[in-house]
Structure formats: structure tokens, C-alpha cells
């Protein structure tokens, strides 16, 4: 017990609260341990340290060695994506919403019946230089519609599937709620698999694989987990369901870490994606998607750190630090050595 008091004072001068207020502890400590710094004047943006950066990387090789085995594919595209690819993906999502409203498929709703699809918050591109753009861009929120423009040109035949590819990038929202370290920030460190599939049950293969990656993530995390299929209402609007991985945080709240979803093929017949069957019949692909961020980093420095600071698992954990215990011995051979 005096141990403990003498490491919770310890800690106090160190400027660490008790974990057990976790709302200020949380904040305190990733600037503490280096972590990040969040003195950069933009909200949201914060800074990484060399060791958060390290931790983050770690993180991420784990994430490629599991793309590795699965045969998924790495890309890399642009961070600007022009209006024009948005405003397409907005008449998509509007008309899936809306026709999950109405208890329908979308294919028997009317094109007047459709609302305006809804804007995402996003960073605008508008000049370049003094020069006004003709076609304004923006900076990617997510990945499908910059990525699904190529799809339908790289998938041709049966034997292009399944396509399988991730990319790990910096995606922008512009958040307006109170930011938060890895857990709610402007700038986002973000892991995106996206895969097109011959049917749907290939498709639903993929989230079942999917689901085996996020379990061997999050043992090398050791993080305990919960996923779950998320209700109707709370299915991300593009999606035919979305199934959900959270973490149970100290202060009670859960934290979505990652997030699979199944879009059947209704991304194929908007961005035309497409394949010539083995029996000449033109089909629409159906497609996944499994998302990541940095609140994996978010969620193991919640779940593992105490009133002493920050706990890493080994997995992710930029110093690695064996301790040997030496049994006494009453050899004097032995003891010089010690």
C-alpha cells in the first residue's frame, strides 16, 4: 500500500492525474510521454513525436504483415480528389438512405423521390496559386471514390477477381466536435482495404476475413474487444450493413477502433465496376470495405496505461526492455561476475 502511494506522488509531480480521471489523464498523458504535441496551431492537427510515431509505425507493420498474408495488394492515391467525383458519391448515398427509409430497394426508387445528397465535411481545394480552379477538389475524407474511378478500369474480366488492395494515408475531416488525441482529430492516420468480389457470398468471405485480421490485431494489441452489427440506423449510408469493432474505455465509453463494410454491388453499378463472367455475362462487382486509424494507438494507451503513466505491449512498444533475474550464488566466481 505504501508502494502505491508513493508511486500515485510520484506520479503527481511528474504532472500525471490518476487514471481513474481518466478525461484528464487521457489528454495529460500523450503529451507526457511524448507521444504528440498538440500546440500546433491548427485544432485537431497535432504533431507526432518521434516515439508516438514509432509506436504508430509498429502498429502499422503488423497491419501490412496481415495484408501480406491475405494477398491484399498495397496503393497509394492522390490526396485531392475533384467535386465532381463527390458530388456522384452524395447522389449515391442519398438515394441508399433514402430508400433504406422508405423500406425499399433502391432500384424501386423514383428519381424524383431522391433527396439531395448531403455534403460530407471536407477540406476545400479552390485556387491554385493566385489562379481560381475550374474544377474545385478536396482532400480525402475516405478513399472510395477516388479508388472505384480506377476500379472500373482495372476490372475487366472474372479473372481480375477478387481485387484486393489497402492503402495506409492521412485522410481530413473537418471535425467540430471537442478533438481529442488519436481519437477524434482533423487529420487522420488511416488504414483502408477496399476489395471488389465476383458475388456476394465471395464478398461475405471478405468480411469474415476481415474479421480473423481484426482478431489477430488486437491480440497482438491485447486489447479485448467487442464487434458487433451495427443497427440500421447507425449503418454508415452507403453500406448494405456495417459490422463494427469497439474497445471498452476506462471512463466507460466504448471507441470504435475499425468498422467492415459490405456494399454489395451498389458502388459497382454507380461507378460502373464491372466484369465479363466465365458464361459472357456482364455483371457488377460486390464490394468490402475494413477500415483503421490511429485510435488502435488511442485505444492501448486508454486499456494499458495507469496512475505511473504510459504501458505498451510488447508488439508495438519502440523500446524493448528484457529484465534476467540472476540467482544468488555462493560462488565467488559467480559473485565477481554480478
Given at each position: 500500500m505504501a508502494a502505491a502511494d508513493d508511486d500515485a506522488r510520484?506520479?503527481?509531480?511528474?504532472?500525471?492525474?490518476?487514471?481513474?480521471?481518466?478525461?484528464?489523464?487521457?489528454?495529460?498523458?500523450?503529451?507526457?510521454?511524448?507521444?504528440?504535441?498538440?500546440?500546433?496551431?491548427?485544432?485537431?492537427?497535432?504533431?507526432?513525436?518521434?516515439?508516438?510515431?514509432?509506436?504508430m509505425k509498429l502498429i502499422d507493420q503488423l497491419t501490412h504483415t496481415e495484408m501480406e498474408r491475405t494477398g491484399h495488394q498495397e496503393v497509394n492515391f492522390p490526396l485531392l480528389i475533384p467535386q465532381e467525383l463527390l458530388e456522384r458519391e452524395n447522389r449515391l448515398i442519398a438515394r441508399l438512405k433514402a430508400a433504406r427509409e422508405a423500406g425499399v430497394d433502391p432500384s424501386e426508387l423514383r428519381i424524383e423521390d431522391e433527396p439531395e445528397g448531403f455534403a460530407n465535411e471536407v477540406y476545400w481545394v479552390r485556387h491554385a496559386g493566385?489562379?481560381?480552379?475550374?474544377?474545385?477538389?478536396?482532400?480525402?475524407?475516405?478513399?472510395?471514390?477516388?479508388?472505384?474511378?480506377?476500379?472500373?478500369?482495372?476490372?475487366?474480366?472474372?479473372?481480375?477477381?477478387?481485387?484486393?488492395?489497402?492503402?495506409?494515408?492521412?485522410?481530413?475531416?473537418?471535425?467540430?466536435?471537442?478533438?481529442?488525441?488519436?481519437?477524434?482529430?482533423?487529420?487522420?492516420?488511416?488504414?483502408?482495404?477496399?476489395?471488389?468480389?465476383?458475388?456476394?457470398?465471395?464478398?461475405?468471405?471478405?468480411?469474415?476475413?476481415?474479421?480473423?485480421?481484426?482478431?489477430?490485431?488486437?491480440?497482438?494489441?491485447?486489447?479485448?474487444?467487442?464487434?458487433?452489427?451495427?443497427?440500421?440506423?447507425?449503418?454508415?449510408?452507403?453500406?448494405?450493413?456495417?459490422?463494427?469493432?469497439?474497445?471498452?474505455?476506462?471512463?466507460?465509453?466504448?471507441?470504435?477502433?475499425a468498422s467492415c463494410h459490405h456494399y454489395r454491388d451498389q458502388w459497382a453499378e454507380a461507378f460502373d465496376i464491372s466484369y465479363?463472367?466465365?458464361?459472357?455475362?456482364?455483371?457488377?462487382?460486390?464490394?468490402?470495405?475494413?477500415?483503421?486509424?490511429?485510435?488502435?494507438?488511442?485505444?492501448?494507451?486508454g486499456v494499458h496505461g495507469d496512475d505511473s503513466g504510459l504501458i505498451l505491449p510488447p508488439s508495438m512498444a519502440p523500446h524493448q526492455v528484457v529484465l534476467i533475474p540472476v540467482a544468488a550464488h555462493t560462488s565467488p566466481e559467480v559473485s565477481d561476475m554480478v
Open positions: 510520484a506520479a503527481a509531480k511528474r504532472g500525471i492525474p490518476p487514471h481513474s480521471d481518466f478525461n484528464a489523464w487521457y489528454p495529460a498523458i500523450v503529451e507526457i510521454a511524448d507521444l504528440v504535441d498538440k500546440r500546433y496551431p491548427i485544432k485537431g492537427m497535432d504533431v507526432w513525436r518521434p516515439y508516438g510515431w514509432k509506436a493566385e489562379h481560381e480552379l475550374e474544377q474545385p477538389m478536396f482532400l480525402r475524407p475516405t478513399s472510395e471514390t477516388a479508388m472505384y474511378t480506377l476500379f472500373a478500369l482495372w476490372v475487366r474480366s472474372h479473372a481480375d477477381l477478387p481485387l484486393k488492395t489497402y492503402q495506409i494515408v492521412n485522410t481530413f475531416r473537418y471535425e467540430t466536435k471537442q478533438t481529442r488525441s488519436f481519437i477524434r482529430v482533423r487529420e487522420i492516420h488511416f488504414f483502408e482495404a477496399h476489395t471488389a468480389h465476383a458475388d456476394e457470398d465471395d464478398a461475405t468471405r471478405q468480411i469474415e476475413e476481415d474479421l480473423d485480421i481484426v482478431a489477430r490485431l488486437m491480440h497482438d494489441l491485447c486489447l479485448p474487444y467487442l464487434v458487433n452489427r451495427r443497427p440500421v440506423w447507425d449503418t454508415f449510408p452507403g453500406a448494405w450493413y456495417t459490422i463494427a469493432i469497439d474497445v471498452l474505455m476506462p471512463n466507460g465509453r466504448t471507441l470504435q477502433v465479363e463472367a466465365e458464361d459472357g455475362e456482364h455483371r457488377h462487382c460486390h464490394q468490402t470495405t475494413y477500415g483503421m486509424s490511429e485510435r488502435l494507438l488511442g485505444a492501448v494507451v
